[in-house]
Nanobody, 126 residues
Framework: QVQLVESGGGLVQAGGSLRLSCAASGRTFSSRIMGWFRQAPGKEREFVAA????????YYADSVKGRFTVSRDNAKNTVSLQMNSLTPEDTAVYYCAADQVAYRYGLPALYEWSYWGQGTQVTVSS
């Protein structure tokens, strides 16, 4: 089992930055791909970024590429999302997620993200 708790959300002006963190419990954290998703009001949950279990590879949605950076610290069981150059379109609840299997190569399908945090609100004002 993996339990996830996000933090770091808040209100920021357009052009600003925020750093989200996700603290994970469970001994298998370091073997799982970790991801960030977001859901804006009235929209479906969408993929934002992910990082492989070693931290060597990051994956990004086109909408955030070049602005967001995902990282992890396996010694501390944390994964982070640095968000720069924020726009109002980035406003959403952001969720941390963990892959259901260990040592996967490539991104999981949506249904394979088995563990989710409670979400943290990010609001970007214009």
């Amino acid at each position: 089992q993996v339990q996830l708790v996000e933090s770091g959300g808040g209100l920021v002006q357009a052009g600003g930055s925020l750093r989200l963190s996700c603290a994970a419990s469970g001994r298998t954290f370091s073997s799982r791909i970790m991801g960030w998703f977001r859901q804006a009001p009235g929209k479906e949950r969408e993929f934002v970024a992910a990082i492989n279990w070693s931290g060597g590879s990051g994956y990004y949605a086109d909408s955030v590429k070049g602005r967001f950076t995902v990282s992890r610290d396996n010694a501390k069981n944390t994964v982070s999302l640095q968000m720069n150059s924020l726009t109002p379109e980035d406003t959403a609840v952001y969720y941390c997620a963990a892959d259901q299997v260990a040592y996967r190569y490539g991104l999981p399908a949506l249904y394979e993200w088995s563990y989710w945090g409670q979400g943290t609100q990010v609001t970007v004002s214009s």
